[in-house]
């Protein structure tokens, strides 16, 4: 029997795909196209009031770079029909672009401090969104979903990908072995682990309010202790991310439809790219103002 987040999780049709994994050791599904059927999931979580909250941060230059792209492709393709409210994160709340949101669409700007560190601004997201959820989402939104910015939406990306707990596997890792999995390594970081289940991406990962503030306060718990010690996890909020749920399974997974790279070229088992990794200038982007 799968595990389910929800009675139409009894609609996934797991044999559907012969040429992916689509269940997890623990009986949780691993979403890909072809699974599901998208009205079933639209219509059930329309009956049951789901909405989403979405985290976002722009802070210095990915705000130009990056937030307007993410904004206007998500009110194309991310959770159609259901309420979503943005949290946009920024240091610069003037500079947030003007997008016209669809019904029962909202977008909150939040300003936040900026951190000389960019490692310091990817890791301290996790303690926003701990706190957000504590003074506001909580009270009016079933679940959550937190993105880096700098991800281009380009195809339906729906309520289908809801769970009580929701990770996605990165498209770097996802035909590789685990012996090539970049987790953490060093013994002394909160974060280390000598094996897992899969390679999260720290660039999505979602669920009911109360487990995502779980994750985040958990991540950030590890983060404070790592500094405390003097070690920084290799990949940062991502290491601290992927010992949480090695740790705690998410009940849910997302294929890399859900977060792909161009780059990484043609595969016949991604069928539909749903979110796109935005190509990136480290160059101008990694260096200050
Ligand atoms: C800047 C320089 C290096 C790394 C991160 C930043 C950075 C990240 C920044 O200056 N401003 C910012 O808002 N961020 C937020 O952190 C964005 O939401 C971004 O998507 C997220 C994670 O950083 P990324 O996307 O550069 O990390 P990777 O793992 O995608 O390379
Ligand atoms: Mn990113």
Request: proline share 3%; glycine share 4%.
């Amino acid at each position: 029997m799968l595990s389910m987040d929800n009675l139409v999780d009894a609609t996934l049709s797991l044999q559907s795909r012969g040429d992916v994994q689509t269940c997890t050791t623990w009986k949780a599904p691993i979403i890909w196209e072809g699974m599901f059927e998208a009205y079933l999931y639209d219509k059930a979580h329309k009956r049951k009031k789901s909405s989403v909250a979405v985290t976002v941060f722009a802070v210095g230059k990915y705000l130009e770079a990056y937030l307007e792209t993410f904004l206007y492709s998500s009110e194309q393709h991310f959770m159609l029909g259901l309420p979503v409210t943005y949290y946009v994160f920024t240091d610069m709340p003037e500079k947030v672009p003007h997008i016209v949101l669809g019904p029962k669409r909202h977008l909150k700007i939040l300003s936040v401090h900026r951190h000389s560190r960019w490692q310091d601004i990817s890791m301290m997201r996790m303690k926003t969104i701990s706190d957000i959820i504590q003074t506001e989402i909580r009270y009016n939104f079933t679940h959550v979903f937190c993105f880096d910015v700098d991800q281009k939406f380009t195809g339906r990306f729906g309520s289908e990908a809801l769970g009580d707990s929701v990770a996605l596997i990165h498209a770097y890792y996802y035909r590789l072995p685990k012996s090539m999995y970049t987790y953490d390594r060093n013994p002394n970081s909160k974060a280390y682990m000598e094996t897992g289940d899969f390679y999260y991406h720290a660039a999505v990962f979602g669920g009911t309010w109360k487990n995502v503030k779980a994750v985040t306060d958990a991540c950030y718990k590890g983060i404070m202790e790592d500094k405390e010690n003097n070690v920084e996890a290799l990949w940062h909020d991502e290491s601290h991310l992927n010992k949480y749920f090695w740790l705690n399974k998410p009940s849910r997974l997302l294929s890399p439809e859900y977060c792909w790279d161009d780059s990484i070229g043609y595969r016949t088992d991604i069928r539909v790219k749903r979110l796109l990794w935005a190509p990136k200038d480290y160059e101008n982007l990694r260096t200050n103002n």
